[in-house]
């Protein structure tokens, strides 16, 4: 199955992206992990995408849609994928169709704004291996330690109150109207991202018939 996951910042896609990934057996490729991964090594990309992703903006298409391009020829993405925070924008959604991908369904989780802004707010990283966690809904058992590794629990820099102000503004201009985009191609799903992940995930697997 090809999947899409759409829906805000903090909306819940990163952790339903990885529950579809058990269950059905195909990776969840997420854009976001992929830059923080090059900006963490210093390689060029991370470098060209840090000052966009601080400040709460979009990296460039250009940038996204060679990811992409060169992440969906691997082996692993033969039986289906689960994309997870790309397409962001008409464009990157338009370049997916040109490079003859075909999705079976668009997911779009849809939370509220005021939550979206208390869930980010409470996010923690761990500053090694990446771990996430939530202050309130998922801490870790010591504070500021990651359960995993015992690393550093950070807030990553476009979490900060400000930049998530931003990011919602970019997501409400650049990002919902590939709702539309979808939903006249007869992909959507929406699923209510509901309070609790297990919840969220049995609504959603149940959209999807599985
Ligand atoms: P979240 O879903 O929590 O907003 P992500 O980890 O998906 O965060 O992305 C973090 C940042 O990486 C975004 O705010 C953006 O700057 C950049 N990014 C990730 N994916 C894309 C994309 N498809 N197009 C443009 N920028 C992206």
Redesign the pocket.
């Known amino acids: 199955m090809k999947l899409i996951l759409l829906?805000?910042?903090?909306?819940g896609?990163?952790t339903q992206a990885e529950v579809i990934c058990d269950k059905l057996n195909i990776p969840a490729i997420?854009?976001?992990?992929?830059?923080?991964e090059a900006m963490k090594n210093g390689t060029e990309m991370g470098l060209k995408?840090k000052s966009?992703?601080d400040?709460?903006?979009?990296?460039?298409?250009d940038?996204?849609i060679s990811?992409?391009k060169e992440r969906l020829v691997q082996d692993d993405c033969k039986n289906g994928f689960i994309l997870?925070?790309?397409?962001?924008?008409v464009a990157?959604a338009q370049a997916l169709e040109e490079m003859g991908v075909e999705i079976d369904k668009v997911i779009d989780i849809e939370v509220a704004d005021d939550t979206i802004v208390k869930r980010?707010s409470g996010?923690r990283v761990c500053a090694s291996c990446g771990a996430s966690y939530h202050t309130i809904f998922k801490p870790s058992v010591k504070p500021d330690v990651c359960d995993r590794c015992n690393g550093q629990l950070i807030v990553?820099k476009?979490?900060e109150p400000s930049t998530i102000v931003e990011?919602l503004k970019?997501?409400h201009e650049l990002t919902e109207p590939l709702v539309e985009f979808y939903k006249e191609r007869g992909k959507l799903v929406v699923v209510e991202g509901v309070e609790g992940v297990e919840n969220t995930t049995k609504l959603l697997f149940e959209k999807l018939g599985v």
Do not use: C, E, H, M
């Open positions: 829906g805000a910042p903090g909306a896609k990163g997420s854009t976001g992990n992929i830059l923080r995408a966009f992703i400040s709460g903006a979009l990296v460039p298409d940038v996204i990811i992409i997870d925070g790309v397409p962001r924008t990157q980010l996010r990553r476009d979490d990011r970019v997501y």
